[in-house]
T-cell receptor, first 115, second 112 residues
């Protein structure tokens, strides 16, 4: 099946620093990618929809200036958590949309811990 | 708007026992329903889905789920589980777009 690679799988950073998470579709082109966040014992919550070549669409309550999304190519979307704080500690997971057949493929997620 | 409720956060069972993972949804429009599985250190994988047609859908590894519109449920079942079925299972709903609304997940722990 199609593969989506997410990197890093685990990151620890100091409060106030920025962290970049990459999501790559390895064997298909993804015009649309989705970023989710999951807090412990809660649902995966959609943060934003990333469209290649255009601005991301953010869900209500998600700060676009804090969570910068770039989808510069058909195989790569990045999520940058700017000036991270402990409350941003969470599990972030991306998914990539492929036209035709089974459509959505997920990365393995990134556990972010902000100290 | 849609929402999904998975009432059981953890389900421990012994190997070869039957299991049911519960999922209820709410929606004001027609829905598509999904079950995803996440094995340790891996990404989410689609297990099965209901789009239309037969209300009973099956996966290749013995799981099945039945769409019950009157009870707004999409429970996942397997008559005999294996150790390898230990994973986190997520129920999800879509109103027709590619956006998925997920439940909180159910951790299935299979013991020998």
């Amino acid at each position: 099946g199609a593969v989506v690679s997410q990197h890093p799988s685990w990151v620890i950073c100091k409060s106030g620093t920025s962290v970049k998470i990459e999501c790559r579709s390895l064997d298909f082109q993804a015009t649309t990618m989705f970023w989710y966040r999951q807090f412990p014992k809660q649902s995966l919550m959609l943060m934003a929809t990333s469209n290649e070549g255009s601005k991301a669409t953010y869900e209500q309550g998600v700060e676009k200036d804090k969570f910068l999304i770039n989808h510069a190519s058909l195989t790569l979307s990045t999520l940058t958590v700017t000036s991270a704080h402990p409350e941003d500690s969470s599990f972030y997971i991306c998914s990539a949309y492929r036209a035709g057949g089974e459509k959505l493929f997920f990365g393995s997620g990134t556990q972010l811990s902000v100290l | 708007a849609q929402s999904v409720t998975q009432l059981d956060s953890q389900v421990p069972v012994f190997e070869e026992a039957p299991v049911e993972l519960r999922c209820n949804y709410s929606s004001s429009v027609s829905v598509y329903l999904f079950w995803y599985v996440q094995y340790p250190n891996q990404g989410l994988q689609l297990l099965l889905k209901y789009l239309s047609g037969s209300t009973l859908v099956e996966s290749i590894n013995g799981f099945e789920a039945e769409f019950n519109k009157s009870q707004t449920s999409f429970h996942l079942r397997k008559p005999s589980v294996h150790i390898s079925d230990t994973a986190e299972y997520f129920c999800a709903v879509s109103g027709g777009s590619d956006k998925l609304i997920f439940g909180t997940g159910t951790r299935l722990q299979v013991f020998p």
